[in-house]
């Protein structure tokens, strides 16, 4: 049996022994868990206890909810300095991309329609910044990038080989990976 095979099955044998996860790890995961349930309690707590109405209550929930909106269609553009950076998008997934300009434009459309400001406003800005990203990808898609990973120099690839170029259904062989 080949050693690969044989670690990742004494590996994935855990009858005796116990599973570790990494401090760093659990440390996220209980951030993330107490930010998720801290905020919504908080949330929760400010509109029930502290504000009046229930139009005020729908007001200040819209504007909370828009807000995070946003920010989950502007968390992409975190990876625009780094394409900008190295000149590739081998950062930026085109169909992340591709479908928040779709998803944003979509509501955007539908709030416009039904005259929803609350849905409107942050769909919009995110069409608009998924629009941003298909610019940046188009701008950079022809790149020619040549990775280095740790101090080793792998083979320059074209970083806008497409999934759904005809050598994609060949599992793997245009990957970078398999340059290493």
């Not at 022994?17 to 995961?29: G, M, N, R």
């Not at 989950?72 to 190295?86: D, K, Q, T």
């Not at 590739?88 to 300009?101: A, C, G, N, R």
Request: glycine fraction near 10%.
């Amino acid at each position: 049996m080949d050693d690969c095979v044989e670690n990742t099955i004494s590996h994935l044998r855990v009858s005796n022994q116990s599973y570790h996860i990494p401090p760093l790890q659990v440390k996220t995961a209980k951030l993330v868990a107490a930010l998720d349930i801290g905020f919504f309690g908080a949330v929760f707590a400010a509109t029930t206890f502290f504000i009046g109405g229930l139009d005020m209550k729908i007001v200040v929930i819209g504007l909370i909810c828009a807000c995070l909106s946003v920010f989950m269609y502007g968390s992409p553009l975190a990876a625009v300095r780094r394409v900008i950076a190295s000149r590739s998008v081998e950062y930026m997934p085109f169909f992340l991309s591709f479908f928040l300009f779709l998803n944003g434009g979509v509501w955007a459309t539908y709030a416009i329609l039904d005259r929803d400001v609350f849905l409107g406003v942050p769909n919009g800005i995110g069409c608009f910044l998924g629009g941003i990203q298909l610019v940046i990808y188009a701008v950079y898609r022809n790149s020619k990038v040549g990775c280095q990973s740790q101090g080793t120099h792998e083979a320059s690839y074209d970083a806008s080989t497409s999934l759904l170029s005809s050598y994609a259904g060949r599992h793997g062989q245009n990957d970078v990976s398999t340059h290493v």
